[in-house]
């Protein structure tokens, strides 16, 4: 079994911070590539960034410069430092974790349950 779990969302005022993360356990043998994506209310799943194994990263464009993608590979941990945050950056934010069970298995996408953030005065 694996287990992705986010932590670290809440309500926060504009223009502060905060920073998400999210672990992966269980029976990995590895893990590729992990991001973040997020979904507003009334609103499709979007992209926010994605981080491969050896440290390259991707962020949708509106988000460049605000938010940081990082990861522990140590830990199976990634996370999301969100700055200067606006109420359209209001949503559910997911984790998700493209992975292998065994070394020589084919990858797999978990995803966690989502944490709310909340961008409001």
């Known amino acids: 079994q694996v287990q992705v779990v986010e932590s670290g969302g809440g309500q926060v005022q504009p223009g502060g911070s905060l920073r998400l993360s999210c672990a992966a356990s269980?029976?990995?043998?590895?893990?590729?590539?992990m991001g973040w994506s997020r979904q507003a209310p009334g609103q499709l799943r979007e992209l926010v960034a994605t981080?491969?194994?050896?440290?390259?990263?991707t962020y949708t464009d509106s988000m460049k410069g605000r938010f940081t993608i990082s990861r522990d590979n140590a830990k199976n941990t990634v996370y999301l430092q969100m700055n200067s945050l606006r109420p359209e950056d209001t949503a559910v934010y997911y984790c998700?974790?493209?992975?292998?069970?065994?070394?020589?298995?084919?990858?797999?996408?978990?995803w966690g349950q989502g944490t709310q953030v909340t961008v409001s005065s």
């Open positions: 269980g029976s990995i043998s590895s893990i590729d590539y």
């Open positions: 981080i491969s194994s050896d440290g390259r990263t």
């Open positions: 998700n974790a493209r992975l292998r069970l065994t070394r020589f298995g084919v990858y797999e996408i978990h």
